[in-house]
């Protein structure tokens, strides 16, 4: 296994192999965009737009960078945790291709996000529309995994509103764009750090490993780094990674005291119903009702219910009161407090997960 929290230089479909299988938590992907782009493209006043005109944005056919697309993502597939999660950022130009390649190896997509930008360039020719979002794929490694979320969290920073599928953020400029030695933007697609630590915050807490396979000026692992997550990063091209050695140096991690996760965030304790019997909170022979008390049933020392001839979990008991394949019973089942008012089950649950 790699060192952590370094950025390594190489092609990454060869430092993968160097990656322990079921070891990462979270990968950002940002790969070449093969935009196909043929001719210099000029603003109104003849200057030229800078666009990627690299070679690693060159391939040779659509199958050609599925192939490649393919193999890294299947890479991605191997190294992920089976409850870790996976985004990659793309535009029209490879966004579709990849959407199509990730759900043939059976990642399961959870959204795509729009990043609309709130200083986009213009369309100098006058021909298109304006080009003023990416698009962002946010996926688990299966249907089955139970990937993290920090659903609270984001609607907490969002004023309390459940946080959408739509973010604003500008382009990366000013101080935060890194430049060469001529002072020339470094780099043509470096990634905002707002956009990166917003990924971070919803999908990963402190201390989790973070994968991002196509570094460029390392602005996942900068963002990881901040955040007191660890980090790997991968990037193929010398220069972008100095640039991105020497950007991860200044930056400084946040205390943790700083990043702690809210408490309704963190993965809740599984409680059986039947410690709520063992541990005195409901006898043998108690009463279990349904919220308008037309349902009884009858609690047995094993911690199955029982009524008119049925017995079991207090979930397959409600799913048989209501005639269903399955009924969660923890919302349907109430018992009788001290005051002789019906409350939900589920609050002696709480009750008892606090104490634990
Ligand atoms: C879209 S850019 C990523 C920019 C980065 N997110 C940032 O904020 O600076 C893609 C990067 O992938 C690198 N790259 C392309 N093919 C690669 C490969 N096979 N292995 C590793 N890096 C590669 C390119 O050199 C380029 O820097």
Not at 95 to 115: A, H, K, S
Not at 165 to 175: L, R, V
Not at 204 to 212: K, P, Q, V
Not at 249 to 273: A, G, W, Y
């Amino acid at each position: 296994m790699l060192k952590l929290n370094k950025i390594y230089n190489g092609k990454c479909e060869n430092l993968f192999k160097k990656i322990d299988s079921k070891s990462i938590d979270l990968i950002f992907l940002d790969p070449p965009y093969f935009l196909q782009l043929n001719k210099k493209l000029t603003r109104p006043n003849h200057s030229i737009v800078k666009g990627v005109e690299q070679d690693w944005d060159k391939f040779d056919s659509f199958s050609s960078y599925d192939s490649f697309t393919f193999n890294y993502l299947n890479e991605c597939k191997r190294v992920l945790k089976d409850n870790g999660s996976l985004w990659i950022i793309g535009s029209y130009h490879n966004i579709f291709r990849i959407g199509t390649i990730l759900q043939n190896l059976d990642f399961w997509i959870l959204n795509d996000v729009i990043w609309s930008k709130s200083n986009p360039l213009p369309n100098f020719r006058a021909t298109r529309l304006t080009n003023a979002h990416e698009t962002l794929i946010w996926c688990s490694k299966s249907k089955k995994s139970k990937y993290k979320f920090n659903y609270h969290a984001l609607k907490t920073a969002n004023e309390d509103t459940q946080e959408r599928s739509i973010w604003n953020f500008p382009i990366c400029s000013g101080k935060e764009r890194i430049k060469d030695k001529n002072n020339k933007t470094a780099h043509p697609t470096q990634k905002p750090l707002s956009l990166m630590k917003k990924i971070i915050t919803q999908c990963s807490n402190s201390d989790d490993l973070i994968l991002e396979p196509f570094a460029g000026t390392g602005s996942f692992c900068a963002a990881a780094k901040n955040l007191r997550r660890k980090y790997i990063g991968f990037e193929e091209d010398k220069n972008y990674v100095n640039l991105a050695k020497k950007r991860l140096s200044k930056i400084k991690t946040t205390n943790k005291i700083n990043i702690e996760p809210l408490e309704k965030d963190l993965p809740k304790k599984k409680i059986p119903f039947g410690n709520l019997i063992h541990e005195g909170y409901l006898e043998p022979g108690d009463k279990l009702y349904n919220n308008k008390k037309t349902t009884k049933a009858i609690i047995l020392a094993d911690g199955s219910i029982k009524i008119d001839g049925n017995r079991g979990s207090i979930h397959k008991v409600a799913a048989i009161v209501n005639k269903t394949s399955s009924f969660n019973g923890w919302d349907y089942w109430h018992y009788k407090n001290k005051n002789k008012e019906l409350e939900s089950i589920d609050e002696l649950r709480k009750k008892l997960r606090n104490r634990t």
